[in-house]
């Protein structure tokens, strides 16, 4: 099946640093979604991109849908306490939902 | 606001148990999913339920069983427990485009000893 490399793993940074973080995958996608968990909760979508070259804001928040269809970049400006998270990229190519695929999330550890 | 409830919370079982894990939405969606999240390892999907009356496997189906009651529940159900089933496990629902994203519950963190 298809995989996703997510990197980083994990970033310490202090608040007020941008931040960004990428996926990768083996193959092509037609859509790209971005997911925050916080601690002891389910994932929420940030934000979804479906065309190659997309880019697309989400209040601090900016997502790309890379060029090549494989990979896909998010950025967070101005951090702050709060963004402290597991940030999720998953990938779908057609099909329903249940053809997405995760990877496997990048924490993100703020520091105030 | 309830969206996706799952029950319980937090489960701790032996060896060779069984569980069902409970999955309610109210939000009146088609599809519901239950995934399973291991460090490492992301999210991959266990079982779904596309519309009410029809299951399929997902990535690693091996060892769980699915109940679509109606169309706001979905269970899912260990019969016998095993150490590598420890996890924390997603229940989900979803109506619209891929694009729109899923609704996940809260999950439930399960130990197997």
């Known amino acids: 099946g298809q995989q996703l490399n997510q990197s980083p793993q994990s970033m310490f940074i202090q608040e007020g640093e941008d931040v960004s973080m990428n996926c990768t995958s083996s193959?092509?996608?037609?859509?790209w979604l971005w997911y925050k968990q916080d601690p002891g909760e389910g994932p929420v979508l940030l934000i979804a991109?479906?065309?190659?070259?997309e880019l697309t804001s989400n209040g601090r928040l900016t997502a790309q849908f890379g060029i090549t269809r494989k990979d896909s970049f998010l950025n967070i400006s101005a951090s702050i306490p709060s963004d402290v998270g597991i940030y999720f990229c998953a990938g779908q190519l057609g099909g329903g939902y249940q053809k997405v695929t995760f990877g496997i999330g990048t924490k993100l550890q703020v520091i105030p | 606001n309830a969206g996706v409830t799952q029950t319980p919370k937090f489960q701790v079982l032996k060896t060779g148990q069984s569980m069902t894990l409970q999955c309610a939405q109210d939000m009146n969606h088609n599809s519901m999913y239950w995934y399973r999240q291991d460090p490492g390892m992301g999210l991959r999907l266990i079982y779904y339920?596309?519309?009410?009356?029809?299951?399929d496997k997902g990535e690693v189906p091996n060892g769980y069983n699915v109940s679509r009651l109606n169309k706001r529940e979905f269970s899912l159900r260990l019969e016998s427990a095993a150490p590598s089933q420890t996890s924390v496990y997603f229940c989900?629902?979803?109506?619209?485009?891929?694009?729109?994203?899923?609704?996940f519950g809260d999950g439930t963190r399960l130990s197997i000893l």
């Open positions: 989900a629902s979803t109506q619209g485009t891929v694009a729109r994203g899923v609704h």
């Open positions: 339920s596309a519309s009410e009356g029809t299951t």
């Open positions: 991109l479906y065309k190659a070259g």
């Open positions: 193959s092509i996608f037609n859509t």
